[in-house]
């Protein structure tokens, strides 16, 4: 992971440890499909690569869309 990503890396976690995504707790679809799809594709991509569209590695915050609530959950 790039040096300058890491406190982008580390909101990603933190957003991530909110998202009841394993465990007793875990909620299909819980997490909103924006932000998820970009969690994923920076993983995949080790931090290097912005998601397709995207000027740049967004912050959780950042994402377009981030605030709507996930289809599912409506």
């Known amino acids: ?3 300058d990503e890491q406190a982008t ?3 990603w ?4 440890a909110s998202q009841h995504t394993t465990g007793n ?3 299909p679809d819980y997490a909103n499909p924006e ?3 970009r969690y994923t594709w920076y993983q995949a991509h ?3 690569v912005p998601y397709p569209g995207d000027q740049k590695i967004y912050t959780p915050s950042q994402v377009p869309g981030a605030p709507l609530p996930s289809a599912d959950q409506q």
């Open 1 to 3: 992971m790039p040096a």
């Open 13 to 16: 976690q933190t957003w991530l």
């Open 46 to 48: 080790g931090w290097t």
């Open 25 to 27: 707790g875990a909620v």
């Open 9 to 11: 890396a580390a909101a």
């Open 35 to 37: 932000q998820m799809n």
